[in-house]
Every structure is written in C-alpha cells, then in structure tokens.
C-alpha cells in the first residue's frame, strides 16, 4: 500500500562532498569519499508490515555473481489499530461505517500528537531512530483507512509515523545501523558500538 502514496515517492541525490546541510547533504559535515545507502525495502500490506534488510545491491550482478543474505520479518499492526483496520470494507453495515471513522480518528491523532505512539519494542525503537537520521520530513496521505469514506479529509503523515502503527515486539533480530558522521561513545545506537552493546545484551 505504501507505493500508492498520494504524491508519489521523494527521490533524493546524495553528495556528501557537496557543503554540509545542503539540499544533497544532509549531514552537518563534508565527507570526501561514499555515499550512504540503505539496502531496506519496507512493504506494508491492509495489516501488515514487512521489513526487509538485505546485503545485495540492486542490480543483477550482486544477485547472480555473489552470495548475499536477507533478514524478513512481517509484523503486525498494533492492537488499536488492528481493531479499525479490519472492519468496513465490504459488510456495508454500520459497524463498518464506525471502524472506518475511529481509523480515520486515529489517523487524525496521529498527525497532531506523538504521544499516541507507544513503542513495542527496541527494533521499533532502532528503526525509527535510523530512519530519522534522513532528515525526511514531508509528510504525504497513506492508503491505510481501508474501507473509509473517501470524501472524508486525509490526514499527512511522516513515514516514521506510519511504521509507528506496528507492533515489532516479535522481532527476531537485532537492528545494527550504520550512519556516517562522528559519534559519542556513550550510548551511541550506531555502528560497530551499537554491535558490543546488542552482543552484550543478547550473549
């Protein structure tokens, strides 16, 4: 569903040669040599999400020539939203016409408030925190009010603020970003600091 995004999707160059905070570099500093790229697709579904972390590079090469792994997890939407996102959509009752405005509610919630969010788990926490790295904060209508009245007004949303409508408490993994820049050594939720921590927890 996520591809049917009223406006499409953002495509964004990076350079991070180019001058810091820059339209084609976020970062607050200039790098000389990479570029920083995630290998995730994020696939939601009427109920589901499925995250996939994967090592190949999109192209045929990487697929065919080299051995490459992938970690696939569909989770759930969380329980008030489960209650709504089921209902409406073909009985014509009114129970279905009620689901469709509680998600259309939630929905609204959701644009004015982050305290509707409540975290499942550390996987949730870990991906929300990566993906804020980005800096992306256009907001765009989702696909996610199955069976509501199309006339009613659709709410933006973040991306970040849709993932947070899932339940990754059954995650079976552990999520190790990478961002480039300089971090602190305490308490830093990237790289090979965040691998001694998460081996530390989970050994």
Not at 1 to 24: C, H, I, T
Not at 170 to 181: D, F, H, K, Q, T
């Amino acid at each position: 569903n996520f591809q049917r995004a009223s406006e499409g999707a953002d495509f964004v160059r990076l350079v991070p040669s180019d001058p810091r905070s820059s339209k084609y570099n976020p970062l607050p500093f200039k790098m000389d040599w990479g570029v920083h790229h995630t290998k995730m697709f994020l696939v939601g579904y009427e109920n589901t999400l499925r995250v996939v972390i994967h090592t190949s590079n999109l192209r045929r090469r990487d697929f065919d020539d080299n051995t490459q792994g992938a970690y696939v997890q569909d989770f759930p939407l969380k329980d008030k939203f489960c209650a709504v996102a089921g209902g409406g959509g073909d009985s014509g009752g009114s129970e279905g016409v009620g689901v469709a405005v509680r998600q259309d509610e939630l929905t609204r919630q959701h644009g004015e408030s982050e305290d509707l969010y409540l975290t499942s788990s550390s996987f949730e926490e870990d991906l929300i925190q990566y993906l804020d790295t980005y800096r992306q904060t256009k907001k765009y209508v989702w696909p996610l009010e199955h069976g509501a009245d199309t006339t009613r007004e659709r709410i933006p949303l973040l991306l970040t603020q849709v993932l947070r409508r899932y339940d990754y408490s059954s995650a079976y993994g552990v999520l190790v970003p990478s961002v480039p820049g300089y971090h602190r050594l305490n308490n830093c939720p990237f790289g090979h600091l965040k691998l001694r921590d998460a081996v530390r927890r989970h050994t």
